[in-house]
């Protein structure tokens, strides 16, 4: 059989049109007027099919269509029989869409006719009007829509291909320019003779749909081993082109359906290498293929192609891969000898390839974490992981060995997967020695001297640590003359020495470095080694942020001590982790009961702070706020009483409580002996000296909890002891108040058998809950009151009884018999100055003594 070319020549049509301007213009002489004007007429006449007797006006125009920058001619004849009214001499007005077209553009042909021309219409569509002018005004004639583009182009670009899951031979081509109009496409195929010459007579035409370049031609329109000529028509309103042909041979243009991976495995014996084993698919299994093989590593996204295995086998082999690395593969497939196309890549399938022996040298670094004078030195190894490529292995293992001069002693320290290992050095250890190890084997032996740092070298003169951005530091020091790389090491500042930190090397030359990692609002501690040949020069540190911000709490006060002038403060730092920026300053507020604000600001190396010039008896609520550079942050108020008395005056106070006894002074405590007669002395429990209390406002016994609670730190320091002895007593039965002893931190749980009676005094022989301040002198009377007392738990000796006896203590001399505990009425407390100073009573929100 003749070949055929693929590719034919394009046949052309197109038509030749003679438009009524070059009539006219032919017939512009003067000579030739009358009879021009005459033809005219009857050429419009047949251009517009006639004008009906209910016409008025008709626009005649060669073609609707025409091509964009072409000339055009347009008239506009008018019926006289059915427009007995107008007038012959009516003005004629055109109108291209909404625009009036000048009357210089336009001429009267002849009384009942109107002619306009367009050099060239360059609209691609335009709506054209022809209107009288009447005595009503303007009047529609007639109006015709007009569109304008190009002919078709030579489509280009025809391809087809055989798919044998259906069996369709689709073919798609491109078209040319855009046209402008409606233009349509047909595909067409026709078995060819010997001389290549298609059989028109049989073939078959297919219309794409719409929009689409592509149309499929069913089996029955072509066969499978015979040569076909396929052509491209298109065609509009202003011509029509065809193709060049495509002769093919349909099984020779076969796309096959991609092959399936069966099972993919690296080989163990050859690492780098996989093997994969393909299954064809079911529609072209009886075809004979050739494969093609691409992968990308997991990480990746671009594929590297193989080239074509140029075999039919269901078994394929390829190497070249990097070991322990986990690749993605896919298979196409083409019919041998490269005849028709490639499939699509089939589905997706990963491996690891198999591992092979470390290569490569680590780098490590190390530090002493503890050194004695008698015990052994604790070292930190820390070691950076090897590349992928020479690691070779997804989880490689370490193993760290103790060197004994001259030789490694087979003392292994560590076998991990961590990239660090801590270790006591033994005596005469000089080094240790690492090896990086996996299934297929181990790296070289590499060795770590520890003697290069027993005589440091020179430091780096300075270092700035300043910030990146959020999340990094940039680091600069001046460079050393002989130093051979730099190693900077970091960590947050609030983790301990012995915790994790991350560590780099620069090399020689090196005066920058950017540490990557860093945490916003967080101390970093960095450090900078300069290496020498046969030596490390010592650390230089600094402590940075990358970002800085308002501290998260102030620091709690805590009340140390208080006179009646002065109040000691004290407060704990802030936690690093929570300051988010350097202390700047502390400052201290002050507040007195009549508003007036007093503060100062301390230096942030500060932990204690004395407040003077205070007044007695005061109240003051005290405040710390912690600032840094980006603001300050305060804390909770305390509020602090100041004391009427100074420790001098508390003694003497004392002093005159004791005056009927004999009072002995052991340190701050005071002892007085009371006159009794033969009874054995006991020892009256510590009494807390007001001088020093900070007790809130006191309530009677069973009655509500005190607004403000009583810090037992705050009590008296001095100690009042009293020698008495008495019988023990057991308490009146008219008690009907039954109280549980109370404590610090609860509330006194009581039961009322009568609410009507109060009991003023209460005795346990394990808990004594005192009542304010209470004395009697000499023959002083006892006056009824109702007793207050504090929260206090202080315990008492056993066997003790309720009161003692009148005559074991002179304080409790009085004019009654029987035994009590009774209170100084206020009136008379004026008669003793000292002793009015321990009046407890309410005057407003402070008190008043």
Same mark, same amino acid.
């Given at each position: 059989?003749?070949?055929?070319?693929?590719?034919?020549?394009?046949?052309?049509?197109?038509?030749?049109?003679?438009?009524?301007?070059?009539?006219?213009?032919?017939?512009?002489?003067?000579?030739?007027?009358?009879?021009?004007?005459?033809?005219?007429?009857?050429?419009?006449?047949?251009?517009?099919?006639?004008?009906?007797?209910?016409?008025?006006?008709?626009?005649?125009?060669?073609?609707?269509?025409?091509?964009?920058?072409?000339?055009?001619?347009?008239?506009?004849?008018?019926? %006289?029989?059915?427009?007995?009214?107008?007038?012959?001499?009516?003005?004629?007005?055109?109108?291209?869409?909404?625009?009036?077209?000048?009357?210089? =553009?336009?001429?009267?042909?002849?009384?009942?006719?109107?002619?306009?021309?367009?050099?060239?219409?360059?609209?691609?569509?335009?709506?054209?009007?022809?209107?009288?002018?009447?005595?009503?005004?303007?009047?529609?004639?007639?109006?015709?829509?007009?569109?304008?583009?190009?002919?078709?182009?030579?489509?280009?670009?025809?391809?087809?291909?055989?798919?044998?899951?259906?069996?369709?031979?689709?073919?798609?081509?491109?078209?040319?320019?855009?046209?402008?109009?409606?233009?349509?496409?047909?595909?067409?195929?026709?078995?060819?003779? %010997?001389?290549?010459?298609?059989?028109?007579? %049989?073939?078959?035409?297919?219309?794409?749909?719409?929009?689409?370049?592509?149309?499929?031609?069913?089996?029955?329109?072509?066969?499978?081993?015979?040569?076909?000529?396929?052509?491209?028509?298109?065609?509009?309103?202003?011509?029509?082109?065809?193709?060049?042909?495509?002769?093919?041979?349909?099984?020779?243009?076969?796309?096959?359906?991609?092959?399936?991976?069966?099972?993919?495995?690296?080989?163990?014996?050859?690492?780098?290498?996989?093997?994969?084993?393909?299954?064809?698919?079911?529609?072209?299994?009886?075809?004979?293929?050739?494969?093609?093989?691409?992968?990308?590593?997991?990480?990746?996204?671009?594929?590297?192609?193989?080239?074509?295995?140029?075999?039919?086998?269901?078994?394929?082999?390829?190497?070249?891969?990097?070991?322990?690395?986990?690749?993605?593969?896919?298979?196409?497939?083409?019919?041998?000898?490269?005849?028709?196309?490639?499939?699509?890549?089939?589905?997706?399938?990963?491996?690891?390839?198999?591992?092979?022996?470390?290569?490569?040298?680590?780098?490590?670094?190390?530090?002493?974490?503890?050194?004695?004078?008698?015990?052994?030195?604790?070292?930190?190894?820390?070691?950076?992981?090897?590349?992928?490529?020479?690691?070779?292995?997804?989880?490689?293992?370490?193993?760290?060995?103790?060197?004994?001069?001259?030789?490694?002693?087979?003392?292994?320290?560590?076998?991990?997967?961590?990239?660090?290992?801590?270790?006591?050095?033994?005596?005469?250890?000089?080094?240790?020695?690492?090896?990086?190890?996996?299934?297929?084997?181990?790296?070289?032996?590499?060795?770590?001297?520890?003697?290069?740092?027993?005589?440091?070298?020179?430091?780096?003169?300075?270092?700035?640590?300043?910030?990146?951005?959020?999340?990094?530091?940039?680091?600069?020091?001046?460079?050393?003359?002989?130093?051979?790389?730099?190693?900077?090491?970091?960590?947050?500042?609030?983790?301990?020495?012995?915790?994790?930190?991350?560590?780099?090397?620069?090399?020689?030359?090196?005066?920058?470095?950017?540490?990557?990692?860093?945490?916003?609002?967080?101390?970093?501690?960095?450090?900078?080694?300069?290496?020498?040949?046969?030596?490390?020069?010592?650390?230089?540190?600094?402590?940075?942020?990358?970002?800085?911000?308002?501290?998260?709490?102030?620091?709690?006060?805590?009340?140390?001590?208080?006179?009646?002038?002065?109040?000691?403060?004290?407060?704990?730092?802030?936690?690093?982790?929570?300051?988010?920026?350097?202390?700047?300053?502390?400052?201290?507020?002050?507040?007195?009961?009549?508003?007036?604000?007093?503060?100062?600001?301390?230096?942030?190396?500060?932990?204690?702070?004395?407040?003077?010039?205070?007044?007695?008896?005061?109240?003051?609520?005290?405040?710390?706020?912690?600032?840094?550079?980006?603001?300050?942050?305060?804390?909770?108020?305390?509020?602090?009483?100041?004391?009427?008395? =100074?420790?001098?005056?508390?003694?003497?106070?004392?002093?005159?409580?004791?005056?009927?006894?004999?009072?002995?002074?052991?340190?701050?405590?005071?002892?007085?002996?009371?006159?009794?007669?033969?009874?054995?002395?006991?020892?009256?429990?510590?009494?807390?000296?007001?001088?020093?209390?900070?007790?809130? %406002?006191?309530?009677?016994?069973?009655?509500?909890?005190?607004?403000?609670?009583?810090?037992?730190?705050?009590?008296?320091?001095?100690?009042?002891?009293?020698?008495?002895?008495?019988?023990?007593?057991?308490?009146?039965?008219?008690?009907?108040?039954?109280?549980?002893?109370?404590?610090?931190?609860?509330?006194?749980?009581?039961?009322?058998?009568?609410?009507?009676?109060?009991?003023?005094?209460?005795?346990?022989?394990?808990?004594?809950?005192?009542?304010?301040?209470?004395?009697?002198?000499?023959?002083?009377?006892?006056?009824?009151?109702?007793?207050?007392?504090?929260?206090?738990?202080?315990?008492?000796?056993?066997?003790?009884?309720?009161?003692?006896?009148?005559?074991?203590?002179?304080?409790?001399?009085?004019?009654?018999?029987?035994?009590?505990?009774?209170?100084?009425?206020?009136?008379?407390?004026?008669?003793?100055?000292?002793?009015?100073?321990?009046?407890?009573?309410?005057?407003?929100?402070?008190?008043?003594?």
């Amino acid at each position: 059989m003749q070949n055929c070319s693929s590719r034919a020549r394009p046949v052309i049509e197109r038509q030749l049109n003679v438009t009524p301007a070059d009539i006219v213009k032919v017939m512009g002489q003067k000579m030739w007027r009358k009879w021009g004007i005459m033809l005219m007429e009857i050429l419009l006449l047949l251009m517009s099919g006639g004008v009906t007797a209910k016409t008025c006006g008709v626009i005649s125009i060669e073609s609707h269509t025409v091509q964009l920058g072409s000339p055009l001619f347009a008239s506009c004849a008018v019926g %006289k029989q059915v427009c007995p009214g107008l007038n012959l001499d009516a003005q004629v007005i055109w109108k291209l869409d909404q625009n009036i077209i000048p009357s210089k =553009d336009h001429a009267h042909v002849h009384q009942n006719m109107s002619s306009i021309y367009f050099r060239s219409f360059n609209k691609t569509s335009a709506a054209l009007s022809c209107h009288f002018r009447m005595d009503q005004g303007i009047q529609l004639m007639d109006r015709v829509e007009i569109n304008a583009g190009y002919p078709p182009a030579k489509p280009t670009n025809l391809t087809c291909h055989l798919n044998l899951t259906d069996e369709r031979l689709v073919c798609s081509w491109q078209l040319g320019s855009n046209p402008l109009i409606k233009t349509n496409a047909t595909l067409s195929i026709a078995e060819t003779n %010997k001389n290549c010459t298609p059989y028109e007579g %049989k073939k078959y035409t297919c219309v794409p749909r719409p929009g689409e370049t592509s149309c499929a031609i069913p089996r029955t329109q072509y066969h499978l081993y015979k040569k076909h000529a396929v052509w491209i028509t298109a065609q509009n309103e202003l011509g029509r082109v065809i193709s060049s042909y495509l002769f093919l041979t349909p099984m020779n243009y076969v796309k096959l359906d991609p092959p399936v991976i069966k099972e993919a495995a690296p080989l163990l014996s050859h690492p780098g290498c996989v093997r994969i084993q393909t299954k064809k698919s079911e529609t072209g299994s009886f075809i004979e293929q050739w494969y093609q093989l691409r992968y990308r590593k997991a990480e990746e996204n671009q594929w590297t192609e193989t080239k074509p295995i140029m075999k039919d086998s269901d078994e394929l082999e390829y190497c070249n891969l990097s070991p322990a690395t986990r690749y993605h593969f896919q298979i196409r497939c083409i019919r041998i000898f490269m005849k028709g196309y490639w499939s699509e890549w089939g589905s997706d399938t990963s491996l690891l390839t198999s591992e092979s022996a470390p290569t490569g040298k680590v780098k490590t670094w190390w530090r002493v974490l503890e050194a004695t004078g008698d015990g052994p030195t604790q070292i930190q190894l820390l070691w950076k992981a090897l590349k992928k490529e020479e690691v070779n292995s997804e989880n490689p293992w370490y193993i760290v060995g103790i060197r004994l001069e001259p030789y490694w002693n087979g003392n292994v320290v560590c076998n991990t997967t961590f990239l660090n290992c801590s270790f006591h050095l033994p005596h005469g250890a000089t080094g240790a020695y690492l090896w990086v190890y996996n299934t297929a084997g181990h790296s070289p032996r590499m060795e770590i001297d520890f003697r290069d740092r027993k005589i440091p070298g020179m430091p780096v003169s300075w270092i700035h640590v300043l910030p990146n951005s959020d999340n990094s530091l940039a680091v600069e020091w001046r460079l050393q003359t002989m130093a051979k790389s730099y190693v900077l090491e970091w960590r947050k500042s609030s983790q301990n020495l012995e915790s994790d930190f991350k560590w780099k090397t620069e090399p020689e030359g090196s005066s920058t470095s950017i540490l990557q990692d860093i945490e916003p609002f967080q101390q970093y501690t960095v450090w900078v080694y300069p290496v020498y040949e046969n030596q490390v020069g010592s650390p230089v540190q600094v402590n940075a942020y990358s970002r800085q911000g308002v501290p998260e709490i102030a620091p709690k006060l805590t009340l140390i001590s208080v006179t009646k002038s002065s109040a000691q403060l004290s407060w704990e730092p802030v936690p690093l982790e929570r300051r988010h920026g350097f202390i700047t300053n502390y400052t201290v507020f002050w507040t007195d009961s009549d508003r007036r604000t007093l503060s100062v600001t301390l230096n942030s190396n500060l932990t204690r702070f004395v407040i003077r010039n205070l007044q007695p008896l005061g109240m003051y609520n005290v405040l710390l706020s912690c600032s840094t550079s980006e603001g300050s942050v305060n804390g909770s108020v305390l509020m602090i009483y100041t004391t009427l008395l =100074d420790e001098m005056e508390i003694h003497v106070l004392i002093m005159v409580l004791c005056m009927s006894s004999v009072m002995i002074v052991i340190g701050s405590s005071f002892i007085c002996l009371g006159k009794h007669k033969g009874v054995k002395n006991k020892f009256w429990q510590v009494v807390p000296d007001p001088a020093n209390s900070s007790m809130g %406002k006191w309530r009677p016994v069973c009655h509500e909890t005190p607004k403000m609670s009583l810090n037992i730190r705050e009590m008296i320091t001095s100690d009042l002891t009293i020698l008495e002895g008495w019988p023990e007593k057991k308490p009146p039965s008219t008690d009907v108040t039954k109280c549980t002893p109370v404590s610090f931190e609860h509330k006194p749980q009581c039961s009322t058998d009568d609410a009507g009676v109060q009991r003023p005094y209460i005795n346990v022989a394990d808990t004594v809950q005192y009542a304010k301040v209470i004395t009697g002198y000499f023959g002083q009377s006892p006056t009824s009151t109702s007793h207050l007392r504090s929260n206090s738990t202080q315990p008492l000796l056993s066997n003790t009884s309720p009161s003692p006896q009148t005559y074991e203590n002179m304080w409790f001399h009085s004019n009654n018999e029987e035994d009590s505990i009774f209170l100084i009425e206020d009136e008379n407390l004026s008669n003793f100055p000292l002793l009015q100073a321990l009046k407890i009573q309410e005057d407003g929100d402070i008190f008043s003594f």
